[in-house]
């Protein structure tokens, strides 16, 4: 079995499971900051919390057990989180980042051969921890809260409920999107030269389309990937599950066989490119590169869990119609 490495991790806290997969949450910022911030603040939207720090992890745990609802595995997952100062102006800022601590290929179970799975997916699938690190690092923005430099002084909203006012940003719509970043909405492919991590292709390759090649990002070499990256409108997911799903969900945003856009700007965005559904999808989608304020995770999460079906994710879904059970009232499960 072949392993990279990408990050370690300390301290944990362990979020509640539900039917599909257990979270842990492993808490690495120092005292008085981040997820241990100390500053008084009064509960919001169902979010207990008396400080910021416990909002913070509240918020963080919810988000959990909403995608521990989604994905099943037999494997706990656990994400390394932590607050630090990340990229931020007056207009624009970093709002977060994560992605899986380790790759690995040729395991115990893994469906295809030579190919990268995220960490916590190979977990999954091979049914025991290949690893032994945390599945998923993730980093938030601890400059954004209380801040007349970042944003004009925008905040963190750490309510439960979707009900966040104008000049706030969803905390938990935030953590979805990360967490799903570290299931496997990544990649492992150099975008700037289209080369491929230890020359073989990660399962997000494989099911990377263009239109124009009429190949697979596993089928090019690397001059061609690295044009690809910044084919707008022509860049693909060519998974079943997510096709079948678009074709319901989305009014815009697909190729005219329904497969949806990935996001390939014709200047190449790292951090943002390829690894987001493509901003003409509408309605708006938890994956594109700019979330949405209108977007609500504990309704929906569109297409995304049929995208990480189509890369091997066990999905909970006791009726089989490409809907996880949580959101679409399957008897006999937790629903919202």
């Known amino acids: 079995m072949k392993r990279l490495a990408f990050a370690a991790a300390v301290l944990t806290l362990s979020a509640q499971v539900f039917a599909g997969a257990n979270f842990i949450i492993i808490n690495t910022d120092s005292a008085g900051v981040g997820f241990n911030d100390t500053t008084p603040v009064s509960p919001i939207g169902g979010n207990t919390g008396t400080t910021l720090g416990e909002q913070r992890l509240i918020a963080f745990q919810f988000a959990a057990d909403l995608w521990g609802e989604v994905v099943d595995s037999d494997v706990t997952i656990r994400v390394s989180a932590s607050f630090e100062p990340l990229f931020c102006t007056s207009g624009s800022a970093t709002l977060g980042s994560a992605g899986p601590s380790t790759i690995h290929s040729d395991f115990s179970g893994a469906p295809l051969l030579s190919t990268w799975y995220p960490q916590a997916l190979a977990n999954s699938l091979a049914g025991s921890d290949v690893s032994g690190q945390p599945?998923?690092?993730?980093?938030?923005?601890?400059?954004?809260?209380?801040?007349?430099?970042?944003?004009?002084?925008?905040?963190?909203?750490?309510?439960?409920d979707n009900n966040h006012p104008g000049n706030s940003i969803n905390f938990l719509n935030t953590v979805m999107?990360?967490?799903?970043?570290?299931?496997?909405?990544?990649?492992?492919?150099?975008?700037?030269?289209?080369?491929?991590?230890?020359?073989?292709?990660?399962?997000?390759?494989?099911?990377?389309?263009?239109?124009?090649?009429?190949?697979?990002?596993?089928?090019?070499?690397?001059?061609?990937?690295?044009?690809?990256?910044?084919?707008?409108?022509?860049?693909?997911?060519?998974?079943?599950?997510?096709?079948?799903?678009?074709?319901?969900?989305?009014?815009?945003?697909?190729?005219p066989s329904g497969f949806p856009l990935l996001y390939a700007p014709g200047n190449l965005e790292l951090g943002s490119s390829v690894y987001h559904w493509d901003t003409s999808v509408s309605p708006?989608?938890?994956?594109?590169?700019?979330?949405?304020?209108?977007?609500?995770?504990?309704?929906?999460?569109?297409?995304?869990?049929?995208?990480?079906?189509?890369?091997?994710?066990?999905?909970?879904?006791?009726?089989?119609?490409?809907?996880?059970?949580?959101?679409?009232?399957?008897?006999?499960?937790?629903?919202?």
């Not at 799903?180 to 230890?198: E, P, R």
């Not at 700019?290 to 994710?313: F, Q």
């Open 135 to 160: 599945d998923i690092n993730a980093s938030f923005n601890g400059d954004i809260d209380f801040n007349n430099s970042c944003l004009f002084n925008t905040n963190w909203y750490y309510g439960l």
């Open 177 to 255: 999107h990360e967490i799903a970043h570290g299931l496997g909405f990544s990649g492992f492919t150099n975008l700037s030269n289209g080369s491929l991590q230890g020359g073989i292709p990660g399962v997000f390759a494989r099911l990377t389309f263009d239109n124009d090649l009429g190949l697979h990002w596993d089928e090019m070499n690397n001059s061609q990937r690295a044009s690809s990256a910044t084919n707008s409108g022509d860049l693909v997911w060519r998974g079943s599950n997510a096709m079948v799903i678009a074709f319901f969900f989305l009014s815009n945003g697909t190729d």
């Open 284 to 336: 708006n989608a938890l994956m594109e590169p700019n979330l949405s304020g209108n977007l609500d995770v504990t309704e929906t999460l569109d297409l995304t869990p049929t995208m990480l079906r189509d890369m091997g994710w066990p999905i909970v879904d006791q009726d089989d119609d490409l809907t996880a059970d949580i959101y679409d009232n399957c008897p006999d499960v937790f629903n919202l």
